[in-house]
């Protein structure tokens, strides 16, 4: 996502970073780059230009530190500025209420609002350890009510059922009653998707938000959506009291102006982000991080973080202990690296937090599918536990068998043993003095920062 | 709703397309409403806030340079001498633009059964569009069949039964989770045996970028066409109204993956103004077969360009 924008603002600020000084000429060169890079990321037409004034005053007037030449010193403006737009830091949900806290979703059709339930309603249960109920209150669109129950199931959060005969302001309070009496902490109302000029329907959501007085009002906007981002949202900050705004489908290869332009016009913080289809695509949305990523810098922080929360720790230093031992790293270690690694949503995900990958050009990273890796498991799989722990038995008649049970060709199987190999000759080196360190490095990216690392030893 | 859709289908087409790009017409009536207050002369501020205009309607940066360029060279060379002519001018450089893409979705000449796809990202209104066109398909003597193929999102197989039932359709789907081509396969094959006309097959929303997803959509492509070299007769990409340059992306992609063979643009009733058709315009000569315009089922609407560049342009 956004790599089209981090391209266009890299190449351009790439030529700055030569300059002696900031001048009126090659600013005002950059800055239009910049304004086309923008408006080609959908970013509405006033923030666009609120944001090259504000980034053209502050680069002329800036008193360039012995530290940093005049080109760094305008990355680093443009990054500040990008930052202040989408709003300087996260803003949590606010839960703080007598519970149930009620969240109500609103937005316009196919925005996500359902997927955007079911995906909070596991972040609040996993991360926040909140009991999660859930109800619909779109009694419209065909199935939506159990498209829910079906989320719901899922991501195991208390489904209310409801029918498409009822009133919506009924469910609404049906729903807290049976929320109450499940003494669960956080009731999360999806809505009807609606078109902001609708009025009847507007008016039929404003109701619900004064019947239910939810603690968030979140919006949801798709990253894909044009200039008409700014409308809508305006129509509906000013229909409804929003608390916050969550960006969906930001996966895509959608600049994502979307999340500038919603902020800047609502002043209302992007609390969420939507990564993907799967139900625990779902990360706050921090502005630094986002603006880091724009601009070619990488996200490490969310690797980081991404890789405590999801990867088995008893595991990771079972395996440590087990190689500092100097016992072999067998294939059933390498199937759980395997596991671990699409645990931290495959490489696709991981690779692009990384500094500079947003660079590599658009070929290069679809061919880190994470096909392969499934396909490796499954050849694992295919294997008695003898052969994985004891590879070299695996002869020619072993790996037919092998490729046969796993569906694939025989020399798959080889490239497999090839890489396992591989793997074992780097972990060798860890047991040497101070390889340690410099295994690490090399380990980090394939291993998305799980390899084992004992403690005291750095 | 339902007051709305017993309006005469006239009116109430027009009246849901002008309230729609009602706010496409008030934007574009700031750059394009002083050019109405009356003859006037041509000056820098005029053309400025045109531009603002066109790039507030999702035209995007290229294909509004080019349209910019191409009235001040007339501007220029004198050919256009006040505000009204350059309305006029802008008009008819608007609807050039989009004659190549309002071409008639016809059935004719295709083997039956006719198989059409129906692809896009997430959340654009492909079934929505299915239940309309297969009612709309119904009321001009066709028999209609729909296939499931959406077996990823929750629900999407009963919401596309739903639509179905109310149409009485026969809706041909398997669990979800099951392989959509399969299911697409066995609707084409099951239509030829009941002797249908045409099958709409639904197929599960995906963002363009998602490789090994539009690795799937090429096979189901790869499948159906065992049964009939021809299919899919039609691929159709829904793109949603309030899209914005993405859409120039999601257009390339689906092509590179199924190929296109046209267009559907969806909920042209809200705000969103879908400009986006003449950045497309500028790139391919897609057609746009229908538009949506509203939620019920006869809001399903053939394209026509000049309609929606007039919608577009008028100032009440």
Redesign the interface.
Known sequence: MFDSLSDRLTQTLKGMSGKARLTEDNVGGALRDVR?AL????VA?NVVREFIDRVKMRALGQAVGAELNPGQAFVKIVHEELVHVMGDANDALNLATTPPAVVLMAG?????KTTTVAKLALFLKEREKKKVAVVSADV?????I??????AG?VDAYFIPSTAQEEPAAIARRAVEEAKTQFADVLLVDTAGR????QEMMAEIQALQQQLMPVETLFVV?A??????A??AK?FNDALTLTGVVLA?A?????G??ALSVRAITGKPIKFIGMG?KVDALEPFHPDRLASRILGMGDVLTLIEEAERKVDKRQAQKLARKIQRGKKFDLEDFREQLKQMANMGGVGSMVDKLPGMGQLPANAQ?QL???LFVKMGVIIDSMTPHERRFPDVINGSRKQRIARGSGTQVPDVNRLLKQHKQMQKMMKKVTRKGGMEKMMRGMQAMQGGQAPRPRGRR | MSEQAQQSEKSGFWGKLRTGLGKTRAQLAEGVGNLLLGEKEIDADVLTELETALLLTDVGVDATTEIMASLTAKVKRRELNDTVALHQALADMLKEMLCPLGRPFTLEGIDLPAVIFFVGVNGVGKTTTIGKLAKRLQGEGHEVMLAAGDTFRAAAVEQLATWGERNGVPVIAQQQGSDSASVVFDAVQAARSRGVDVVLADTAGRLQAKTNLMEELSKIKRVVSRLDEAAPHEVLLVLDAGVGQNALSQVREFDAAVGVTGLVITKLDGSAKAGVLFAIANETQKPVYFIGVGESVDDLKPFSPDAFVDALLSGD
């Open positions: 086309v408006l080609e990321a959908d037409l316009l059709q196919g925005a996500g419209y669109r065909p199935a939506a159990e498209q829910l129950e079906t989320l899922e078109q902001a000029i609708d798709d894909m959506t044009g200039q008409d981002a409308n809508t129509a489908k996966d895509g290869d959608a600049r102006g979307a289809e679809a599918d994470d096909g």
